[in-house]
């Protein structure tokens, strides 16, 4: 059966009585606007950028967001089944939540929230959204996407102008057809995004292959030999990547290459062993300390840090400032990513020998590239000592009863300060408590599998990042760590799940 499906007419009165509390008279007292006020300097700056704000304006949404994500944790839990979803006003000043009874709406006031009368219920909503899901197989091209809207209590699938009937027939077909299912006219197809990685291979003007060296906002470090400025690139897989942007070689023997929106700039580096190590920071390693390089031709090799301020007298020049060790490297390896734990050293520009008979190499220091260029090397925020992750109604994940026998649940629970709940990012890119690693069960990407502590064994089902956004990823997965049913309450367990960007995935550092 087709018809063309309307837009969902949305109730919009207010309710009367007791008067709402915008959030951001309740945030200022609270933990969550301390943490506003804590904020790193470069957040501020891209929020005013890109949300046209000031930098009070700023901090007191940060601080109106991290409370309502509580309240709306809190209100999901106690109206269960009518609750019909929340939302921030566009002002950023107040929770809204969608209800279906009376009852709901008086406790949405005294929460400090916006009640708004909806239809249909948010389980209603993703049952719906489900449906489509199930029948994704069948969706043409055209059909980009689809998601539950919950501003308008509707679910949206997205599709070109051409091809609206064919959504209607895929909404049909899926068991989905409702007033609720609206199709939305989409001009641009979502395309996949890449990570950038170093040690990847990429390519220069289509003929020269070098590696890349560290990710950085917008794009990567590498060395400068390996193109010149405006020179384009192309990654390990062939798909346009980027522009060379900045160059210098010889005297120095940098670069740094700006990526399209089809790349994402990631804290790994490729250990050829099937891991990415992570990448902490950028601390200055010593004499004699050991350093990893890893390089599209030759992988990860190890050595020592030899010297420092070399100056390499290149035949086409002299190159000045570079470090000195017996880490093996190959040609195709320039520009590769060197390591100490899990601190970003330098980039690879050149040598002697091989990796069959050994040599002698040198790289490029990251800090140097970094400061002439201001670029910010992309990292996962964490690499310190034993921090508490926060989470879920403002408890911390911690290990059932501080057991530490393989196979003990990850749990969320009241933040309390022990050792159950102190963790650290290591430079294998795993996360540790009791000096055991945080672990998805049997290896498994699969939405679901659950969160243990187990034996540290170099798997990747055992790294974990930390991203800006608050996501605490599994990269072989590509999925988050998420707690169960959105339960709020002690004992709580973590999963893996789709990243959703929802606040049963979001996690911060204290």
């Not at 309307?6 to 951001?24: D, E, H, N, R, Y």
């Not at 031709?297 to 400032?321: L, M």
């Not at 998805?440 to 969160?451: E, H, K, M, Q, R």
Request: hydrophobic share 40%; aromatic share 8%.
């Amino acid at each position: 059966m087709n018809r063309r499906l309307q837009a969902l007419s949305t109730a919009t009165a207010l309710f009367a009585g007791a008067a709402v509390i915008p959030m951001s008279a309740l945030a200022a007292p609270t933990e969550e606007a301390s943490l506003a006020q804590e904020v790193s300097p470069e957040v501020l700056q891209a929020m005013q950028r890109d949300l046209g704000l000031t930098a009070v304006q700023a901090r007191q949404r940060l601080a109106t967001e991290a409370l309502a994500v509580r309240t709306e944790a809190s209100l999901r839990g106690e109206l269960g089944a009518s609750f019909g979803g929340a939302w921030l006003s566009e002002e950023g000043d107040r929770l809204i939540v969608g209800v279906t009874t009376a009852e709901g709406a008086e406790a949405a006031r005294r929460a400090g929230a916006e009640p708004r009368w909806v239809t249909r219920t948010e389980r209603e909503l993703d049952a719906l959204k489900a449906a489509l899901d199930r029948g994704a197989d069948v969706a043409s091209k055209d059909i980009h996407g689809w998601y539950v809207d919950v501003i308008t209590n509707s679910v949206v699938v997205l599709a070109k102008d051409a091809a609206v009937v064919n959504a209607e027939r895929f909404i049909a077909e899926s068991g989905a057809a409702d007033r609720a299912v609206r199709v939305e006219v989409s001009s641009e197809q979502p395309r996949p995004m890449y990570d950038l990685r170093g040690g990847d291979a990429y390519y220069i003007n289509g003929n020269v292959r070098c590696s890349v060296g560290f990710s950085v906002a917008g794009g990567f470090v590498t060395a400068g030999h390996c193109g010149g400025v405006n020179s384009s690139t192309a990654g390990f897989n062939g798909v346009a990547q980027g522009t060379v942007r900045g160059s210098s070689f010889p005297n120095n023997d940098y670069g740094w290459v700006q990526v399209n929106g089809s790349w994402a700039s990631q804290p790994w580096v490729y250990n050829y062993a099937g891991g990415n190590v992570i990448v902490s920071g950028s601390a200055e390693a010593g004499i004699n300390a050991s350093v990893c390089r890893s390089g599209s031709t030759t992988g990860w090799r190890c050595g020592v840090i030899e010297a420092k301020n070399v100056t390499v007298n290149y035949s086409v020049g002299p190159v000045y400032g570079l470090t000195r060790s017996n880490a093996c490297a190959e040609g195709g390896d320039s520009g590769g990513s060197w390591m100490s734990g899990n601190q970003a050293q330098g980039v690879t520009s050149g040598g002697v020998g091989n990796c069959s008979t050994g040599g002698t190499m040198y790289y490029q220091p990251v800090n140097e590239i970094l400061s002439v260029y201001g670029l910010s090397l992309t990292t996962n925020g964490g690499g310190g000592g034993g921090r508490a992750i926060v989470g879920l109604n403002g408890r911390c994940i911690d290990v059932d009863h501080s057991n530490t026998a393989n196979g003990t649940p990850i749990q969320l629970w009241d933040c309390n300060g022990s050792a159950a709940q102190s963790w650290t990012f290591h430079g294998d890119g795993t996360l540790r408590a009791f000096g055991k690693c945080m672990d998805v069960t049997w290896g498994s990407t699969a939405n679901g599998a659950l969160i243990q502590l187990h034996d540290c064994n170099g798997n990747a089902a055992q790294q974990f990042v930390l991203s800006g956004a608050g996501d605490l990823v599994n990269p072989q997965a590509n999925k988050c760590i998420d707690v169960k049913d959105w339960n709020p309450n002690n004992g709580a367990r973590l999963q893996i799940w789709e990243c959703a960007g929802t606040a049963n995935q979001k996690w911060t550092l204290r």
